[in-house]
């Protein structure tokens, strides 16, 4: 979840348009599916089961009208460039269901890593006759302004993929997305097998001021407190989700913790740029140094399947089928959950080669 990123080929897999079209990769934001659950989601995202069972909203209690969708504007609100696998199979997974579905018409927007920019955005497409909106916030603070715009007109808004610290139903309808403290506690738990539950770890923190930062953070750091108490911490620094940062980063914690066993990247895309300079430090990522990441890019997971690294949470972007049917439930009356959880799959030395091309 961060602005620069290297190219590399990407295939978002079940999307046929995408997969023609993409040439450029990275990485960025991920999620979990929460239950610790392996099972495969192929390309389409899954609610994890038993999501639907807590708060609901409906249109009789945030205000509007019922509506079709393909008689609607909906608007989407992306936050970062669309230069890494997670924005763009994100973006175009919402452009194609748009297409499938027949929806009127839809407005796309890209705030650039800019949250003025993604609040000037959003209202910019609530005065262009928006009635829906789906929003990937940049950050859980400061959308406040954007939404309550929306609210004053009775907008229906889904978040997707990163949650605001706001009110679910009051603010906004719902939230669409990973449980990011499962995913920091699944990686805590590969990490462990893969050190033999002793050695030094370092963690490669996403951008601050989001809740996906400090909920992996915390899965991670509380998991392996509890199951593997001689694996000591040893840094934390940031590498905001991209590439050329967790290079950078990962080269400095080499000269201050020449020692390190473990590297933890908080997304594909710093773990990659880790990979580059282990190698170039002369280490033998898989052998001298576990690398466990979050995402499940088709490079990464490539890249478990190659040996260098050792395991994969995947954090799914296909969001276009659940965010639609989520909206149009909502629009036709029916409650919907305040926050629906997606089911993503783990990626391992057992199944990456499998799996491989089930990646984005």
Do not use: W
């Not at 989700?241 to 967790?246: N, S, V, Y």
């Amino acid at each position: 979840m961060a602005a620069s990123r290297s190219l590399r080929p990407v295939r978002l897999a079940g999307i046929a348009a995408l997969a023609a079209a993409l040439t450029l990769a990275g990485c960025t934001k991920s999620e979990d599916s929460g239950g610790g659950s392996t099972q495969g989601t192929g390309g389409a995202q899954v609610a994890q089961e038993g999501s639907d069972s807590g708060p609901t909203c409906s249109l009789e209690q945030y205000g509007g009208e019922k509506l079709d969708l393909k008689n609607a504007i909906v608007g989407f609100s992306q936050s970062e460039k669309e230069a890494n696998p997670f924005r763009i199979a994100e973006t175009q997974s919402i452009k194609d269901e748009a297409q499938k579905l027949g929806v009127k018409q839809l407005l796309t927007t890209n705030a650039n890593s800019q949250l003025s920019k993604q609040i000037s955005d959003i209202q910019d497409m609530i005065n262009k006759g928006a009635q829906a909106l789906i929003v990937a916030p940049l950050n859980s603070d400061g959308l406040e302004p954007a939404l309550q715009a929306a609210r004053d007109k009775n907008i229906p808004v889904l978040t997707i993929d990163r949650k605001v610290n706001s009110e679910p139903c009051k603010d906004y309808v719902a939230f669409l997305g990973s449980n990011f403290v499962e995913q920091g506690k699944r990686a805590a738990q590969e990490m462990a097998k893969a050190m033999g539950n002793k050695g030094k770890v370092a963690i490669l923190l996403g951008s601050s001021g989001n809740n996906v930062t400090t909920d992996r953070t915390n899965g991670f750091v509380d998991e392996l407190k509890s199951i593997a108490p001689d694996i000591e911490i040893a840094a934390q620094q940031t590498g905001d989700f991209a590439r050329d940062k967790g290079q950078q980063v990962m080269e400095q914690l080499i000269q201050a913790q020449p020692d390190l066993t473990g590297v933890y990247a908080e997304n594909d895309e710093m773990a990659l740029g880790a990979l580059v300079a282990l190698k170039s430090a002369g280490k033998t990522p898989g052998t001298d140094i576990h690398v466990v990441s979050i995402d499940g890019t088709r490079n990464a997971v490539q890249k478990i399947v190659d040996g260098e690294m050792y395991a994969v949470v995947e954090s799914n972007p296909r969001f276009g089928p659940l965010a639609f049917e989520t909206l149009q439930k909502f629009l036709n009356g029916e409650a919907v959950s305040q926050n629906v959880v997606i089911s993503d799959k783990l990626y391992g030395k057992d199944n990456a080669a499998a799996e491989v091309s089930n990646a984005y």
